[in-house]
């Protein structure tokens, strides 16, 4: 009875830290943790890979100040960012199998806490459609398998 009841806590716990996307390819997981905590890892997570950070995006605080001169002042975030980065051969590999795919880089991981939820930390991200020529379709597919695995080490 007692491995019963630890694999529906298992199952309770995989569900809890999926999160239901405003889109299809829009994924996002939830970890509990302190973001400055999780933060660190996902950059970790980055630079163990050799990437980069181009540029964190302080969106709650843009929110926040814009909110105030908007007279909307509620918060939306506790603390909001986007986290954008490269990968030479991920990038490289999805603009020589189609120079269109530009579009798909740089990649963005977003991190952000919600008021009512403390202590609860999101990453998300979106997943670019894998489309065009079977060449462009695998090296689309390798830049999800990035991000998630990013998102996956970040989570752990």
């Given at each position: 009875m007692k491995r019963a009841a630890c694999g529906v806590f298992l199952v309770m716990c995989l569900i809890a830290s999926a999160v239901q996307a405003a889109a299809p390819?829009?994924?996002i997981r939830a970890v509990k943790g302190d973001f400055d905590d999780i933060k660190e890892r996902l950059i970790w997570a980055l630079e163990n890979r050799g990437l980069v950070i181009n540029n964190t995006a302080r969106i709650g605080a843009m929110l926040e100040?814009?909110?105030?001169?908007?007279?909307?002042?509620?918060?939306?975030?506790?603390?909001?960012?986007?986290?954008?980065?490269?990968?030479?051969?991920?990038?490289?590999?999805?603009?020589?199998?189609?120079?269109?795919?530009?579009?798909?880089c740089p990649y963005v991981i977003a991190i952000y806490t919600l008021p009512k939820m403390p202590g609860q930390v999101y990453l998300s991200y979106r997943a670019p459609a894998a489309s065009g020529t079977a060449q462009s379709v695998d090296a689309l597919r390798k830049v999800h398998k990035l991000l998630a695995d990013v998102v996956g080490d970040t989570t752990k």
């Amino acid at each position: 009875m007692k491995r019963a009841a630890c694999g529906v806590f298992l199952v309770m716990c995989l569900i809890a830290s999926a999160v239901q996307a405003a889109a299809p390819d829009v994924y996002i997981r939830a970890v509990k943790g302190d973001f400055d905590d999780i933060k660190e890892r996902l950059i970790w997570a980055l630079e163990n890979r050799g990437l980069v950070i181009n540029n964190t995006a302080r969106i709650g605080a843009m929110l926040e100040r814009t909110g105030r001169n908007l007279e909307r002042s509620h918060p939306i975030y506790g603390k909001a960012e986007a986290i954008e980065f490269c990968s030479a051969q991920v990038s490289r590999d999805t603009m020589e199998a189609d120079p269109h795919n530009i579009v798909f880089c740089p990649y963005v991981i977003a991190i952000y806490t919600l008021p009512k939820m403390p202590g609860q930390v999101y990453l998300s991200y979106r997943a670019p459609a894998a489309s065009g020529t079977a060449q462009s379709v695998d090296a689309l597919r390798k830049v999800h398998k990035l991000l998630a695995d990013v998102v996956g080490d970040t989570t752990k």
